[in-house]
């Protein structure tokens, strides 16, 4: 069975980092596209980043760029999304998911249909403090 475990998450102060890991498991860890997503309070899951293992390309909302930075390391079949410079509108439950195999290329449009990810970890709670 596919399998993602998300940990990582804590309270940090603004301005602080954190860094989420999302171990995969249950399938050859060569062909996929793994995004992260979060939800706050009260507000819709939205898309965060993404990697593709295809040719690599990555994805990152407006939100984070410049100080979000997603990676993958195949020999621990793990994804991880490094968060520098956080601020209170980080705070959320942030969740990752895989599409597999991973053809699609991780980009606005993919990150808009959270359906296409057939795989979900449990969330991983992030909350920054002001």
């Known amino acids: 069975d596919v399998q993602l475990q998300a940990s990582g998450g804590g309270l940090v102060q603004a301005g602080g980092s954190l860094s989420l890991s999302c171990a995969a498991s249950g399938f050859t860890f060569d062909d996929y596209a793994i995004a992260w997503f979060r939800q706050a309070p009260g507000k819709e899951r939205e898309g965060v980043s993404c990697?593709?293992?295809?040719?690599?390309?990555?994805y990152y909302a407006d939100s984070v760029k410049g100080r979000f930075t997603i990676s993958s390391d195949n020999a621990k079949n793990t994804v991880y999304l490094q968060m520098n410079s956080l601020k209170p509108e980080d705070t959320a439950v942030y969740y990752c998911?895989?599409?597999?195999?991973?053809?699609?290329?991780?980009?606005?449009?993919?990150?808009?249909?959270?359906?296409?990810?057939?795989?979900w970890g449990q969330g991983a709670q992030v909350t920054v403090s002001s």
């Open positions: 990697i593709s293992s295809s040719d690599g390309n990555t």
């Open positions: 998911a895989a599409d597999l195999p991973g053809n699609r290329r991780c980009d606005t449009q993919t990150m808009g249909v959270m359906t296409w990810f057939d795989y």
